[in-house]
T-cell receptor, first 117, second 117 residues
Framework: DAGVIQSPRHEVTEMGQEVTLRCKPI?????LFWYRQTMMRGLELLIY????????DSGMPEDRFSAKMPNASFSTLKIQPSEPRDSAVYFC???????????????FGAGTRLSVL | AQKITQTQPGMFVQEKEAVTLDCTYD???????LFWYKQPSSGEMIFLIY??????QNATEGRYSLNFQKARKSANLVISASQLGDSAMYFC??????????????FGAGTRLFVKA
């Protein structure tokens, strides 16, 4: 069974350019999470969706970041315009979430390493 | 205030010995979940083990066990018979319910484990 698939694996772009990161969650999972990992701040939750609806976007840094989940099998995280401080590894994770089942193990994709020059 | 505290930034262990990675957490909820993830140098996040707040038995998964002490709010990971491939970053995480009805997962800063031959 395929895991969480992220693309691209690496992205190098120039400041001011638009960046789009993509994620395909595990089939059957109904929750999707976007995280950002940096040395300084560790692993931060940016946004999470449940049944394609954004539930918590309090971690989205600013208006330059936006995320969509048009259907159960695809999500995007967009940064426009990108800045050097956005350089990080971005992870997508998915889980099957039942509010009465706290287990809800999140399975992570391989991550996208973003470098903004 | 830190919700998840991992006090050991780095640890060394001799191959074939057991090692304990510390994790303490802070929550006022009765229902929550605790997780450990491994992040090797290749960067992916690998789920290791889960403990529910209502589980009476400590969780075990192969060489991994979770020493859950609810009153002390600690969830230490024990790796038995360490192998060179265990060298990695280890993250403790907690999942707790949100007032909105969703869940939030918070990660600790991680402990880097070095296994010596």
């Amino acid at each position: 069974d395929a895991g969480v698939i992220q693309s691209p694996r690496h992205e190098v772009t120039e400041m001011g350019q638009e960046v789009t990161l993509r994620c395909k969650p595990i089939s059957g999972h109904n929750s999707l999470f976007w995280y950002r990992q940096t040395m300084m701040r560790g692993l931060e939750l940016l946004i999470y969706f449940n049944n394609n609806v954004p539930i918590d976007d309090s971690g989205m840094p600013e208006d330059r970041f936006s995320a969509k989940m048009p259907n159960a099998s695809f999500s995007t995280l967009k940064i426009q315009p990108s800045e050097p401080r956005d350089s990080a590894v971005y992870f997508c994770a998915s889980s099957f979430s039942d509010r009465y089942l706290a287990k809800n193990i999140q399975y992570f994709g391989a991550g996208t390493r973003l470098s903004v020059l | 205030a830190q919700k998840i505290t991992q006090t050991q930034p780095g640890m060394f262990v001799q191959e074939k010995e057991a090692v304990t990675l510390d994790c303490t957490y802070d929550t006022s909820d009765q229902s929550y979940g605790l997780f450990w993830y491994k992040q090797p140098s290749s960067g992916e996040m690998i789920f290791l083990i889960y403990q529910g707040s209502y589980d009476e038995q400590n969780a075990t998964e192969g060489r991994y066990s979770l020493n859950f002490q609810k009153a002390r709010k600690s969830a230490n990971l024990v790796i038995s018979a360490s192998q060179l491939g265990d060298s990695a970053m280890y993250f403790c995480a907690m999942r707790e319910p949100l007032n909105t009805g969703g869940f939030k997962t918070i990660f600790g800063a991680g402990t880097r484990l070095f296994v010596k031959a």
